[in-house]
């Protein structure tokens, strides 16, 4: 069955070396990484990159994956996830997702997202994260906690276009856009799921709100310990193990 990877904002596929190499260590070859229109490939021509859209992108690249796909999230990937979960559950065998907080009800956007959707204040803002040389793009990354080869690989990457998509989609989710997302993933058929919970990451509510959200989905958790936004690379082992698992039973 194929495992689709899907990465976030501000992200390129470079994400998910890491953890595809663990999985390729454990005998699982056939994983297709998908970026997200701008986010590391190119928008297509009057692409407007609002959350719906990104939706039905993943449920478009899931159809072209024939169906009965083993999907992972991460950041807005899993956001995207979600969407897949509330309009076509009929595409996924399993999915596994992290920053469940995301559609929760009483979620509310962290200050950089804030920002972002907030006219004027978000050009400004994304600027200081897309614009300037790679090499200072990297850095910024990097102290976020991307390992620097990968910093430096999505810094290459990052340009207007990705700050036009961030911008459009961030705005697209203010509330309560997100909450409705989750009321409709609750209510849509439950396919196996997975919430990891990576217990220090800043962006997506907290550890206790996750495993509420896990249960509106008739999901498992995945607890990473002292873990934060970045899991895919310090836990890669322990995520590898634990998708490897729930693949197996799904």
Not at 46 to 59: E, F, K
Not at 95 to 104: N, R, S, T
Not at 182 to 187: F, H, L, V
């Amino acid at each position: 069955m194929p495992k689709a990877f899907v990465h976030g904002v501000p992200e390129t596929c470079a994400l998910w070396q890491t953890i595809v190499g663990e999985l390729k260590r454990r005998g699982v070859g056939d994983v297709e990484l998908l970026s997200p229109p701008g986010f590391g490939v190119p928008t297509p021509t009057d692409w407007q990159p609002t959350r719906a859209n990104y939706g039905a992108w993943l449920i478009g690249e899931l159809e072209a994956l024939g169906g009965d796909v083993d999907v992972v999230g991460h950041d807005w990937g899993a956001g995207h996830v979600y969407g897949v979960l509330s309009e076509r559950p009929d595409l996924l065998r399993s999915w596994a997702a992290d920053c469940a907080g995301l559609i929760h009800s009483d979620y509310v956007w962290h200050d950089m997202a804030q920002a972002w959707q907030t006219p004027e204040i978000g050009e400004q803002a994304i600027a200081a994260l897309t614009g300037g040389n790679p090499e200072e793009r990297s850095a910024i990354l990097a102290g976020l906690g991307l390992p620097a080869e990968v910093a430096s690989s999505i810094a290459a990457a990052q340009d207007d276009e990705m700050a036009r998509c961030i911008l459009g989609l961030y705005r697209s989710a203010a509330q309560p856009a997100m909450r409705e997302l989750g009321e409709r993933a609750a209510g849509a058929e439950h396919r196996p799921g997975l919430v990891i919970i990576p217990t220090d990451d800043p962006y997506a509510g907290t550890p206790e709100v996750a495993s509420e959200v896990a249960a509106t989905l008739g999901a498992k958790t995945l607890t990473l310990e002292g873990l934060g936004h970045w899991w895919m690379f310090e836990g890669a082992e322990a995520a590898a193990d634990a998708l490897v698992a729930h693949w197996s039973a799904a």
